[in-house]
């Protein structure tokens, strides 16, 4: 009788024999570390959001001009009728307001 079939020595044994061979084996290829490439087109994306974070975490308040605009309120530089005339203008346009006036006075545009 062989009491190694019986008890599942022979399977352990081939097991540890091919274990053992393949550890000793030659290796056909040479193993190289991990890459990466990354295109131009992906650092290039990456430098836009970049800079869109950052300026969506800089500040909306430009101090210097609104120093600037302080300073002239104070001189009474944008009471000047041309200053005046020019602002009501540029807000005219920007809302689409000056046609709806020359109406309402009945004037020709």
Do not use: C, H, W
Request: net charge positive; no cysteine; glycine share 6%.
């Amino acid at each position: 009788m062989n009491i190694k079939s019986i008890l599942g020595i022979n399977k352990l044994l081939k097991i540890a024999r091919l274990d053992k061979s393949s550890k000793t084996g030659k290796t056909d290829s040479i193993k190289k570390g991990d890459s990466i490439q990354i295109s131009g087109e992906a650092k290039r994306s990456a430098e836009v959001k970049k800079y869109i974070k950052i300026v969506k975490n800089s500040s909306d308040i430009r101090y210097d001009k609104v120093k600037m605009a302080k300073e002239k309120l104070k001189n009474g530089e944008y009471f000047r009728p041309a200053v005046i005339e020019k602002t009501a203008e540029r807000l005219s346009r920007k809302f689409s307001i000056g046609d709806k006036i020359l109406d309402s006075l009945g004037e020709e545009k």
